[in-house]
Protein backbone atom coordinates (compact mmCIF):
# COMPACT_ATOMS: atom_id res chain seq x y z
CA UNK A 1 0.00 0.00 0.00
CA UNK A 2 1.40 3.48 -0.86
CA UNK A 3 0.86 6.77 1.30
CA UNK A 4 0.73 9.92 0.38
CA UNK A 5 2.99 12.35 2.59
CA UNK A 6 4.66 15.87 2.12
CA UNK A 7 8.43 16.18 1.22
CA UNK A 8 10.34 19.41 3.06
CA UNK A 9 9.63 21.82 0.11
CA UNK A 10 6.19 21.31 0.49
CA UNK A 11 5.39 19.07 -2.46
CA UNK A 12 3.36 15.37 -2.19
CA UNK A 13 5.63 12.34 -2.04
CA UNK A 14 4.37 8.56 -2.39
CA UNK A 15 6.07 6.23 0.29
CA UNK A 16 6.10 2.41 0.34
CA UNK A 17 6.67 0.83 3.49
CA UNK A 18 8.24 3.75 5.44
CA UNK A 19 10.71 4.55 2.21
CA UNK A 20 10.24 7.59 0.28
CA UNK A 21 9.94 6.82 -3.61
CA UNK A 22 11.06 10.16 -4.70
CA UNK A 23 12.90 12.58 -2.37
CA UNK A 24 12.15 13.73 0.60
CA UNK A 25 13.49 17.02 0.41
CA UNK A 26 13.01 18.36 -2.79
CA UNK A 27 11.56 15.87 -5.71
CA UNK A 28 11.06 17.86 -8.20
CA UNK A 29 14.94 18.40 -8.17
CA UNK A 30 15.71 14.95 -8.33
CA UNK A 31 13.41 13.88 -11.32
CA UNK A 32 15.77 16.64 -13.29
CA UNK A 33 18.96 15.71 -11.84
CA UNK A 34 17.75 11.43 -12.83
CA UNK A 35 17.15 12.51 -15.98
CA UNK A 36 20.11 15.02 -16.89
CA UNK A 37 22.18 11.63 -15.75
CA UNK A 38 20.73 9.80 -18.71
CA UNK A 39 22.28 12.43 -21.09
CA UNK A 40 24.94 11.11 -22.80
CA UNK A 41 26.08 13.85 -24.96
CA UNK A 42 25.01 14.88 -28.37
CA UNK A 43 21.40 16.19 -29.17
CA UNK A 44 17.82 16.37 -26.90
CA UNK A 45 15.72 12.92 -27.66
CA UNK A 46 12.72 13.82 -29.83
CA UNK A 47 10.17 11.70 -27.70
CA UNK A 48 10.86 10.71 -24.40
CA UNK A 49 9.59 7.41 -22.68
CA UNK A 50 8.59 6.90 -18.71
CA UNK A 51 8.36 3.83 -17.38
CA UNK A 52 7.12 3.94 -13.73
CA UNK A 53 6.91 7.96 -13.26
CA UNK A 54 5.33 8.71 -9.67
CA UNK A 55 2.55 11.64 -9.59
CA UNK A 56 3.97 13.12 -12.81
CA UNK A 57 7.38 14.07 -11.37
CA UNK A 58 9.45 12.54 -14.00
CA UNK A 59 6.59 13.92 -17.12
CA UNK A 60 6.76 17.52 -15.70
CA UNK A 61 10.45 17.58 -15.47
CA UNK A 62 11.21 16.11 -19.17
CA UNK A 63 9.03 18.80 -20.89
CA UNK A 64 11.24 21.49 -18.75
CA UNK A 65 14.61 19.86 -20.03
CA UNK A 66 13.28 19.22 -23.17
CA UNK A 67 10.47 21.68 -24.44
CA UNK A 68 9.97 20.31 -27.89
CA UNK A 69 10.30 16.69 -27.25
CA UNK A 70 7.27 14.23 -27.41
CA UNK A 71 6.46 13.37 -23.69
CA UNK A 72 4.88 9.71 -23.68
CA UNK A 73 4.12 8.20 -20.11
CA UNK A 74 3.54 4.02 -19.18
CA UNK A 75 1.09 4.05 -15.94
CA UNK A 76 2.27 1.10 -13.87
CA UNK A 77 -0.46 1.22 -11.70
CA UNK A 78 -3.33 3.74 -10.62
CA UNK A 79 -1.88 4.31 -7.28
CA UNK A 80 1.24 6.22 -8.28
CA UNK A 81 -1.15 9.11 -9.01
CA UNK A 82 0.34 10.12 -12.75
CA UNK A 83 -1.52 13.12 -13.93
CA UNK A 84 -2.30 12.79 -17.28
CA UNK A 85 -1.47 16.27 -18.52
CA UNK A 86 2.11 15.61 -17.51
CA UNK A 87 2.45 13.90 -21.02
CA UNK A 88 1.65 14.12 -24.66
CA UNK A 89 0.12 10.92 -23.88
CA UNK A 90 -0.56 8.41 -20.96
CA UNK A 91 -0.66 4.73 -21.52
CA UNK A 92 -3.15 3.23 -18.67
CA UNK A 93 -4.44 -0.31 -18.78
CA UNK A 94 -2.85 -4.20 -19.13
CA UNK A 95 0.08 -5.08 -21.26
CA UNK A 96 -1.99 -6.55 -23.99
CA UNK A 97 -2.87 -3.39 -25.30
CA UNK A 98 0.68 -1.56 -24.80
CA UNK A 99 1.81 -2.99 -28.14
CA UNK A 100 -1.28 -0.67 -29.82
CA UNK A 101 -0.40 2.01 -27.99
CA UNK A 102 3.36 2.05 -28.82
CA UNK A 103 2.62 1.39 -32.46
CA UNK A 104 -0.04 4.41 -32.12
CA UNK A 105 2.25 7.32 -30.79
CA UNK A 106 6.16 5.78 -31.29
CA UNK A 107 6.55 5.59 -35.36
CA UNK A 108 9.65 3.66 -36.85
CA UNK A 109 11.53 7.15 -36.94
CA UNK A 110 10.98 8.22 -33.57
CA UNK A 111 13.12 5.23 -32.17
CA UNK A 112 16.06 6.66 -33.44
CA UNK A 113 15.86 9.67 -31.30
CA UNK A 114 14.29 8.25 -27.94
CA UNK A 115 15.22 8.80 -24.24
CA UNK A 116 13.94 5.71 -22.07
CA UNK A 117 13.55 6.90 -18.38
CA UNK A 118 12.96 4.26 -15.90
CA UNK A 119 12.05 5.05 -12.54
CA UNK A 120 13.55 1.88 -10.22
CA UNK A 121 11.53 2.49 -6.70
CA UNK A 122 8.16 2.61 -8.84
CA UNK A 123 9.36 -0.59 -10.69
CA UNK A 124 10.68 -2.47 -7.58
CA UNK A 125 6.85 -2.37 -6.36
CA UNK A 126 5.45 -3.46 -9.33
CA UNK A 127 7.97 -5.57 -10.81
CA UNK A 128 5.79 -8.17 -12.82
CA UNK A 129 3.71 -5.09 -14.62
CA UNK A 130 6.83 -3.66 -15.18
CA UNK A 131 8.99 -6.45 -16.66
CA UNK A 132 5.86 -7.11 -18.66
CA UNK A 133 5.84 -3.39 -20.34
CA UNK A 134 9.26 -3.79 -20.89
CA UNK A 135 9.56 -6.64 -23.21
CA UNK A 136 6.50 -4.73 -25.11
CA UNK A 137 8.84 -1.60 -25.00
CA UNK A 138 11.69 -4.14 -26.26
CA UNK A 139 9.62 -5.33 -29.02
CA UNK A 140 8.54 -2.27 -30.42
CA UNK A 141 12.16 -1.08 -30.46
CA UNK A 142 13.02 -4.20 -32.50
CA UNK A 143 10.77 -4.49 -34.64
CA UNK A 144 11.16 -0.54 -35.28
CA UNK A 145 14.56 -1.55 -35.81
CA UNK A 146 14.25 -4.01 -38.53
CA UNK A 147 11.65 -1.58 -40.55
CA UNK A 148 14.03 0.99 -40.71
CA UNK A 149 16.97 -1.38 -41.82
CA UNK A 150 14.53 -2.12 -44.48
CA UNK A 151 13.63 1.27 -45.63
CA UNK A 152 17.11 2.30 -45.67
CA UNK A 153 17.78 -0.83 -47.84
CA UNK A 154 14.90 -0.82 -49.97
CA UNK A 155 13.37 2.81 -50.02
CA UNK A 156 14.32 3.58 -53.33
CA UNK A 157 13.62 0.45 -54.86
CA UNK A 158 10.03 1.03 -53.49
CA UNK A 159 9.30 3.76 -54.85
CA UNK A 160 10.60 2.44 -58.10
CA UNK A 161 8.51 -1.02 -57.93
CA UNK A 162 5.34 1.24 -57.02
CA UNK A 163 5.63 2.73 -60.71
CA UNK A 164 6.58 0.08 -62.32
CA UNK A 165 3.38 -1.84 -60.92
CA UNK A 166 1.08 0.90 -61.97
CA UNK A 167 2.40 1.43 -65.08
CA UNK A 168 3.13 -1.82 -66.44
CA UNK A 169 0.52 -4.31 -64.72
CA UNK A 170 -2.21 -4.84 -67.30
CA UNK A 171 -5.04 -6.75 -65.38
CA UNK A 172 -5.87 -5.85 -61.92
CA UNK A 173 -8.73 -7.60 -59.46
CA UNK A 174 -10.92 -7.53 -56.93
CA UNK A 175 -11.64 -10.68 -54.31
CA UNK A 176 -14.50 -11.79 -52.40
CA UNK A 177 -14.52 -14.92 -49.99
CA UNK A 178 -17.77 -17.51 -49.92
CA UNK A 179 -18.04 -20.31 -47.32
CA UNK A 180 -15.49 -20.34 -44.34
CA UNK A 181 -12.53 -20.70 -43.19
CA UNK A 182 -8.96 -20.73 -44.94
CA UNK A 183 -5.50 -22.12 -44.96
CA UNK A 184 -2.65 -19.37 -44.51
CA UNK A 185 0.39 -21.84 -46.18
CA UNK A 186 4.17 -20.90 -45.18
CA UNK A 187 6.84 -22.71 -45.71
CA UNK A 188 9.10 -23.45 -42.69
CA UNK A 189 10.31 -27.48 -42.62
CA UNK A 190 6.88 -28.41 -40.51
CA UNK A 191 5.11 -27.81 -44.34
CA UNK A 192 5.77 -31.05 -45.40
CA UNK A 193 3.82 -32.99 -42.60
CA UNK A 194 0.80 -30.50 -43.88
CA UNK A 195 0.33 -32.07 -47.45
CA UNK A 196 -2.26 -35.22 -46.26
CA UNK A 197 -4.66 -32.36 -44.46
CA UNK A 198 -3.90 -29.54 -47.40
CA UNK A 199 -4.95 -32.56 -50.10
CA UNK A 200 -7.92 -33.60 -47.81
CA UNK A 201 -8.60 -29.56 -47.04
CA UNK A 202 -11.52 -28.01 -49.66
CA UNK A 203 -10.74 -24.25 -48.11
CA UNK A 204 -9.30 -21.83 -49.18
CA UNK A 205 -5.58 -22.10 -50.01
CA UNK A 206 -3.31 -18.66 -49.16
CA UNK A 207 -0.64 -19.18 -50.04
CA UNK A 208 2.98 -17.32 -49.54
CA UNK A 209 4.92 -17.07 -52.54
CA UNK A 210 7.71 -18.87 -51.38
CA UNK A 211 5.81 -21.83 -50.45
CA UNK A 212 4.91 -22.05 -54.81
CA UNK A 213 7.22 -24.69 -54.81
CA UNK A 214 6.71 -26.90 -52.57
CA UNK A 215 2.71 -26.45 -53.53
CA UNK A 216 3.66 -26.80 -57.28
CA UNK A 217 5.58 -30.17 -56.73
CA UNK A 218 2.74 -32.12 -54.62
CA UNK A 219 0.05 -31.08 -57.23
CA UNK A 220 -1.94 -28.63 -54.06
CA UNK A 221 -3.05 -25.28 -56.48
CA UNK A 222 -2.93 -22.53 -54.41
CA UNK A 223 -6.20 -20.14 -54.34
CA UNK A 224 -4.45 -16.76 -53.61
CA UNK A 225 -0.69 -16.43 -53.73
CA UNK A 226 0.77 -13.42 -51.33
CA UNK A 227 4.06 -11.73 -51.87
CA UNK A 228 5.08 -8.38 -50.70
CA UNK A 229 8.77 -8.46 -51.23
CA UNK A 230 10.64 -5.72 -53.23
CA UNK A 231 13.97 -7.26 -54.35
CA UNK A 232 15.25 -9.20 -57.16
CA UNK A 233 15.28 -12.87 -55.40
CA UNK A 234 11.51 -12.20 -55.26
CA UNK A 235 11.03 -13.28 -58.92
CA UNK A 236 12.13 -17.13 -57.83
CA UNK A 237 8.93 -17.60 -56.36
CA UNK A 238 6.72 -16.41 -58.67
CA UNK A 239 8.41 -18.15 -61.72
CA UNK A 240 6.53 -21.22 -61.49
CA UNK A 241 3.14 -19.11 -61.50
CA UNK A 242 4.01 -18.13 -65.26
CA UNK A 243 1.87 -20.70 -66.88
CA UNK A 244 -0.85 -21.13 -63.70
CA UNK A 245 -1.26 -17.65 -63.63
CA UNK A 246 -2.85 -17.79 -60.08
CA UNK A 247 -3.75 -14.44 -58.60
CA UNK A 248 -1.23 -12.31 -56.67
CA UNK A 249 -1.86 -10.02 -53.82
CA UNK A 250 0.79 -7.71 -53.21
CA UNK A 251 1.05 -3.83 -52.59
CA UNK A 252 2.50 -1.62 -55.48
CA UNK A 253 6.01 -1.47 -53.84
CA UNK A 254 6.86 -5.18 -53.93
CA UNK A 255 8.34 -6.98 -56.83
CA UNK A 256 7.14 -6.02 -60.31
CA UNK A 257 4.82 -8.88 -61.03
CA UNK A 258 4.93 -8.24 -64.90
CA UNK A 259 8.63 -9.00 -64.67
CA UNK A 260 8.39 -12.23 -62.60
CA UNK A 261 4.63 -13.48 -63.86
CA UNK A 262 3.43 -11.66 -67.09
CA UNK A 263 -0.41 -11.48 -67.47
CA UNK A 264 -1.12 -12.89 -63.57
CA UNK A 265 -4.02 -10.86 -61.73
CA UNK A 266 -3.11 -8.65 -59.33
CA UNK A 267 -5.07 -8.13 -55.99
CA UNK A 268 -3.48 -4.70 -54.71
CA UNK A 269 -2.94 -5.01 -50.74
CA UNK A 270 -3.61 -0.87 -49.42
CA UNK A 271 -1.00 -0.03 -47.37
CA UNK A 272 -2.20 3.09 -46.71
CA UNK A 273 1.00 4.25 -47.69
CA UNK A 274 0.88 8.38 -49.42
CA UNK A 275 2.50 7.11 -52.80
CA UNK A 276 0.63 4.23 -53.34
CA UNK A 277 -2.92 5.35 -51.87
CA UNK A 278 -2.30 8.32 -54.67
CA UNK A 279 -1.46 6.03 -57.00
CA UNK A 280 -4.69 3.72 -56.13
CA UNK A 281 -6.52 6.92 -56.76
CA UNK A 282 -4.87 7.37 -60.23
CA UNK A 283 -6.13 3.59 -61.29
CA UNK A 284 -9.73 5.03 -60.74
CA UNK A 285 -11.06 1.84 -59.21
CA UNK A 286 -14.15 2.76 -58.06
CA UNK A 287 -16.02 1.11 -55.23
CA UNK A 288 -13.72 -1.76 -56.11
CA UNK A 289 -12.64 -3.27 -52.21
CA UNK A 290 -9.32 -3.87 -51.84
CA UNK A 291 -7.55 -5.63 -48.51
CA UNK A 292 -6.53 -1.94 -46.78
CA UNK A 293 -3.36 -3.57 -44.17
CA UNK A 294 -0.77 -2.77 -41.97
CA UNK A 295 2.78 -2.72 -43.52
CA UNK A 296 4.60 -5.03 -42.00
CA UNK A 297 7.73 -6.92 -42.08
CA UNK A 298 6.82 -10.22 -42.72
CA UNK A 299 4.93 -11.52 -45.56
CA UNK A 300 3.43 -14.15 -43.19
CA UNK A 301 2.05 -11.05 -40.99
CA UNK A 302 0.48 -9.48 -44.35
CA UNK A 303 -0.95 -12.64 -45.37
CA UNK A 304 -2.52 -13.18 -41.37
CA UNK A 305 -3.96 -9.42 -42.04
CA UNK A 306 -5.12 -10.29 -45.64
CA UNK A 307 -6.89 -13.88 -44.17
CA UNK A 308 -8.69 -11.44 -41.63
CA UNK A 309 -9.91 -9.00 -44.47
CA UNK A 310 -11.59 -11.49 -46.32
CA UNK A 311 -13.27 -12.83 -43.41
CA UNK A 312 -11.60 -16.08 -43.80
CA UNK A 313 -11.89 -17.83 -40.05
CA UNK A 314 -10.92 -20.11 -38.52
CA UNK A 315 -7.45 -20.15 -40.35
CA UNK A 316 -5.35 -22.79 -40.01
CA UNK A 317 -1.70 -21.94 -39.68
CA UNK A 318 0.83 -24.00 -42.00
CA UNK A 319 4.62 -24.15 -42.04
CA UNK A 320 4.71 -21.18 -39.94
CA UNK A 321 8.03 -22.21 -38.18
CA UNK A 322 9.98 -18.63 -37.78
CA UNK A 323 12.81 -21.22 -36.86
CA UNK A 324 15.31 -24.05 -38.59
CA UNK A 325 14.68 -27.58 -38.49
CA UNK A 326 18.38 -28.74 -37.52
CA UNK A 327 19.56 -27.05 -40.88
CA UNK A 328 16.95 -26.31 -42.72
CA UNK A 329 15.85 -23.37 -43.61
CA UNK A 330 12.59 -24.20 -45.68
CA UNK A 331 10.59 -27.05 -46.88
CA UNK A 332 11.79 -28.88 -49.79
CA UNK A 333 11.64 -28.13 -52.53
CA UNK A 334 12.14 -24.86 -52.18
CA UNK A 335 12.64 -21.58 -55.43
CA UNK A 336 16.03 -21.64 -53.44
CA UNK A 337 17.06 -24.69 -53.72
CA UNK A 338 18.85 -24.11 -57.38
CA UNK A 339 20.58 -21.26 -56.14
CA UNK A 340 22.20 -23.13 -53.24
CA UNK A 341 23.09 -26.41 -55.63
CA UNK A 342 24.21 -24.07 -58.46
CA UNK A 343 27.51 -23.11 -55.77
CA UNK A 344 28.15 -26.63 -54.95
CA UNK A 345 30.94 -28.17 -55.32
CA UNK A 346 33.24 -30.78 -54.40
CA UNK A 347 35.39 -28.71 -52.12
CA UNK A 348 32.08 -27.19 -50.92
CA UNK A 349 29.30 -29.83 -50.98
CA UNK A 350 25.52 -28.65 -50.90
CA UNK A 351 25.23 -30.46 -47.32
CA UNK A 352 28.16 -28.04 -45.98
CA UNK A 353 26.96 -25.14 -47.32
CA UNK A 354 23.19 -25.54 -45.89
CA UNK A 355 25.10 -26.27 -42.72
CA UNK A 356 27.05 -23.23 -42.52
CA UNK A 357 24.59 -20.84 -44.05
CA UNK A 358 22.26 -22.34 -41.32
CA UNK A 359 25.00 -21.93 -38.46
CA UNK A 360 26.00 -18.19 -39.53
CA UNK A 361 22.52 -17.02 -40.21
CA UNK A 362 21.45 -17.72 -36.77
CA UNK A 363 21.77 -15.24 -33.62
CA UNK A 364 20.90 -17.81 -31.12
CA UNK A 365 20.23 -21.79 -32.19
CA UNK A 366 17.89 -22.53 -34.59
CA UNK A 367 16.60 -18.69 -35.44
CA UNK A 368 18.09 -16.03 -37.12
CA UNK A 369 17.42 -12.46 -36.35
CA UNK A 370 15.04 -11.59 -38.73
CA UNK A 371 13.04 -15.08 -37.73
CA UNK A 372 13.32 -13.39 -34.42
CA UNK A 373 11.69 -9.95 -35.30
CA UNK A 374 8.94 -11.54 -36.92
CA UNK A 375 8.35 -13.94 -34.07
CA UNK A 376 8.14 -10.99 -31.20
CA UNK A 377 6.20 -9.40 -33.93
CA UNK A 378 3.07 -12.17 -33.92
CA UNK A 379 3.76 -12.52 -30.06
CA UNK A 380 1.96 -8.40 -29.43
CA UNK A 381 -0.78 -9.78 -31.67
CA UNK A 382 -2.00 -11.60 -28.09
CA UNK A 383 -4.13 -14.50 -28.31
CA UNK A 384 -6.49 -15.09 -31.36
CA UNK A 385 -9.09 -17.58 -31.08
CA UNK A 386 -9.60 -18.38 -34.57
CA UNK A 387 -6.07 -18.68 -35.21
CA UNK A 388 -4.65 -22.16 -35.51
CA UNK A 389 -1.31 -23.57 -35.44
CA UNK A 390 -0.75 -27.31 -37.36
CA UNK A 391 2.88 -29.12 -35.97
CA UNK A 392 4.16 -25.84 -34.36
CA UNK A 393 7.71 -25.74 -33.86
CA UNK A 394 9.51 -25.13 -30.64
CA UNK A 395 8.80 -20.95 -31.26
CA UNK A 396 5.71 -20.17 -28.93
CA UNK A 397 3.20 -17.87 -31.13
CA UNK A 398 0.27 -16.37 -29.67
CA UNK A 399 -2.04 -19.22 -32.18
CA UNK A 400 -3.59 -22.35 -30.73
CA UNK A 401 -1.10 -25.67 -31.67
CA UNK A 402 -3.39 -28.28 -32.82
CA UNK A 403 -2.25 -31.69 -33.38
CA UNK A 404 -3.04 -34.19 -36.40
CA UNK A 405 -5.77 -35.81 -34.51
CA UNK A 406 -7.51 -32.42 -33.68
CA UNK A 407 -7.58 -32.04 -37.33
CA UNK A 408 -10.60 -33.11 -38.86
CA UNK A 409 -12.49 -30.89 -35.51
CA UNK A 410 -10.40 -27.34 -36.22
CA UNK A 411 -10.21 -27.66 -39.96
CA UNK A 412 -11.43 -24.80 -42.17
CA UNK A 413 -14.69 -25.38 -43.71
CA UNK A 414 -15.06 -25.38 -47.72
CA UNK A 415 -14.53 -22.24 -49.32
CA UNK A 416 -13.89 -20.11 -52.55
CA UNK A 417 -12.72 -16.86 -53.52
CA UNK A 418 -13.87 -15.32 -56.28
CA UNK A 419 -12.23 -12.60 -58.43
CA UNK A 420 -13.16 -9.27 -60.45
CA UNK A 421 -11.33 -8.21 -62.97
CA UNK A 422 -10.93 -4.50 -62.78
CA UNK A 423 -10.87 -1.44 -65.59
CA UNK A 424 -8.20 0.69 -65.53
CA UNK A 425 -6.75 3.32 -67.74
CA UNK A 426 -4.20 2.49 -70.53
CA UNK A 427 -0.56 2.48 -69.53
CA UNK A 428 -0.18 5.78 -71.48
CA UNK A 429 -2.81 7.26 -69.99
CA UNK A 430 -1.28 6.44 -66.24
CA UNK A 431 2.09 7.65 -67.53
CA UNK A 432 0.91 11.07 -68.22
CA UNK A 433 -1.04 11.24 -65.04
CA UNK A 434 2.41 10.07 -62.53
CA UNK A 435 4.17 12.62 -64.76
CA UNK A 436 1.84 15.08 -64.14
CA UNK A 437 2.01 13.77 -60.46
CA UNK A 438 5.55 14.24 -60.13
CA UNK A 439 6.05 17.62 -61.60
CA UNK A 440 2.86 19.41 -59.38
CA UNK A 441 4.80 17.49 -56.22
CA UNK A 442 7.66 19.64 -57.20
CA UNK A 443 6.29 22.49 -57.46
CA UNK A 444 6.57 25.34 -54.50
CA UNK A 445 2.81 26.05 -54.52
CA UNK A 446 1.57 21.88 -54.11
CA UNK A 447 4.25 21.58 -50.88
CA UNK A 448 1.31 22.03 -48.06
CA UNK A 449 -0.90 20.09 -50.53
CA UNK A 450 1.27 17.05 -50.72
CA UNK A 451 3.49 17.12 -47.78
CA UNK A 452 2.43 13.65 -46.43
CA UNK A 453 3.73 12.53 -49.88
CA UNK A 454 6.83 14.70 -49.89
CA UNK A 455 7.54 13.25 -46.72
CA UNK A 456 7.57 9.63 -47.71
CA UNK A 457 9.57 10.48 -50.83
CA UNK A 458 12.41 12.17 -49.09
CA UNK A 459 12.18 9.30 -46.38
CA UNK A 460 12.60 6.76 -49.44
CA UNK A 461 14.25 8.43 -52.51
CA UNK A 462 16.93 9.77 -48.90
CA UNK A 463 16.43 13.45 -49.33
CA UNK A 464 15.70 16.43 -46.74
CA UNK A 465 11.75 17.21 -48.55
CA UNK A 466 12.33 20.91 -46.71
CA UNK A 467 15.15 21.79 -48.68
CA UNK A 468 13.74 22.96 -51.68
CA UNK A 469 16.70 22.35 -54.10
CA UNK A 470 17.50 18.93 -53.19
CA UNK A 471 13.63 18.63 -53.51
CA UNK A 472 13.78 19.50 -56.98
CA UNK A 473 16.86 17.53 -58.15
CA UNK A 474 15.62 14.10 -57.06
CA UNK A 475 12.37 14.56 -58.20
CA UNK A 476 13.36 16.01 -61.87
CA UNK A 477 15.53 12.30 -61.74
CA UNK A 478 12.46 10.72 -61.20
CA UNK A 479 10.30 12.15 -63.53
CA UNK A 480 12.85 11.91 -66.20
CA UNK A 481 13.09 8.52 -65.40
CA UNK A 482 9.64 7.54 -65.37
CA UNK A 483 9.86 9.31 -69.10
CA UNK A 484 12.23 7.71 -69.98
CA UNK A 485 9.84 4.23 -69.98
CA UNK A 486 8.68 2.47 -72.72
CA UNK A 487 5.23 2.36 -72.06
CA UNK A 488 2.65 2.56 -74.94
Known amino acids: MLIRETARNGEPILTHQGKALFSRFNPSREAERYISSQIKGGSPPETVLILGDILGYLGRSARKLFPQARVLGIDLSEELENPSESYDALFRGNDAHLADFLSAELDDQATQELL ?76 ERCREMLAEGDAVKITLASSLAYMHRHRLKPDLLVQTDPGFYADYHLRLNRDEAVPVAMPLSARPLALSAPGTPLLIIDQQEPLERTLIQLLDLGDAPLPALPSTGTVAASALFLSRSLKAEPVLLCGLDLCYNDIRTHASPHSFDPVFAGGSSRLAPLYSRRFDYSRRTASEPGQSRALKIYADWFTGLGEQPQIFRLYPSAVALPFHPISASEFHRIAPYSSRISYTALSVPKPSERKAAVISLLKDVNRNRSQDRHQPLLQELGEKLAFDWESVEERRSRLEELTAWVSSLGVR
Request: hydrophobic fraction near 45%.
Open 116 to 191: ILQWEPALRIFSQIGAGHMRTVRRRLLIAGGNLSTLRGFGRRWIKNSLLNFLFQPNFVSAALTGRGAYLIASGPSL
